[in-house]
């Protein structure tokens, strides 16, 4: 409920004239981003996208923050420089706008992590639009080959862009993660007792030091961007 308030809330304000850049609402997303991060700790990290805003409060609980972000504020969470789509916080978030550019650098800190004895792992979040990606791909290898504590959450919106999967996709997700010898999970946003359930297997499955891929079917309500 405070992420889809806070979505609405961008709306309101862009069209205000308050914010500046561009913001890609979440709304309808949002419980894949509760689902997943509930079962990190402190000590966990979240690599996000350019859709980053329910990630961001569900990992941080700083929604304050993010909103004097995109105002442009200095209280903001990047003194409010980095805008909606370029976030960090000491908590463990990181996002950016290029689709998958943060997947390999995730990889980097869950392969630093492996050897750590509190078992953090990291989580990335991506649209099934960013299997085009081709880094996406190379992380997959890496991070199978080196057993790395990387989940990744393919959130399946149907789009890319405005584009729809049926018109952009061959095969099946499931297909490409398993061809590298990764676990696949997947859950969708309508059914939340099942989906709880399945993102707690998948982090307890990566927290003991494999990767994962978890694909949560969903649907965004909002245009791709305002």
């Known amino acids: 409920i405070e992420i889809r308030a806070v979505e609405e809330t961008f709306l309101d304000l862009f069209s205000q004239g308050r914010l500046n850049g561009t913001v890609h609402t979440c709304s309808g997303q949002e419980f894949s981003?509760?689902?997943?991060?509930?079962?990190?700790?402190?000590?966990?990290?979240?690599?996000?996208?350019?859709?980053?805003?329910?990630?961001?409060?569900?990992?941080?609980?700083?929604?304050?923050?993010?909103?004097?972000?995109?105002?442009?504020?200095?209280?903001?969470?990047?003194?409010?420089?980095?805008?909606?789509?370029?976030?960090?916080?000491?908590?463990?978030?990181?996002?950016?706008?290029?689709?998958?550019?943060?997947?390999?650098v995730a990889s980097g800190i869950a392969y630093s992590k492996r050897s750590c004895p509190n078992k953090s792992i990291v989580v990335s979040y991506i649209g099934e639009g960013t299997l085009g990606q081709g880094s996406v791909y190379e992380t997959f290898n890496l991070i199978s080959l080196l057993k790395c504590p990387h989940l990744i959450v393919c959130e399946n919106n149907g789009y890319s862009q405005s584009t729809s999967q049926d018109r952009n996709f061959s095969g099946s997700i499931k297909g490409r993660v398993e061809a590298f010898n990764i676990k696949y999970f997947e859950a969708d946003t309508w059914n939340l007792v099942k989906l709880f359930e399945i993102a707690k297997k998948a982090v307890e499955y990566v927290r003991s030091g494999k990767p994962a891929l978890l694909r949560i079917v969903t649907y965004r309500l909002n245009a791709h961007s305002k």
């Not at 509930?38 to 993010?66: E, M």
Request: hydrophobic share 40%; charged share 15%; glycine share 12%.
């Open 33 to 104: 981003a509760v689902a997943v991060i509930s079962n990190l700790t402190d000590l966990d990290w979240v690599t996000s996208n350019h859709r980053c805003h329910g990630h961001f409060i569900a990992k941080t609980k700083q929604s304050d923050t993010l909103v004097a972000e995109l105002m442009g504020k200095k209280t903001g969470a990047c003194f409010g420089v980095g805008s909606s789509q370029h976030l960090y916080s000491k908590l463990g978030f990181i996002s950016n706008g290029p689709q998958g550019a943060l997947v390999p």
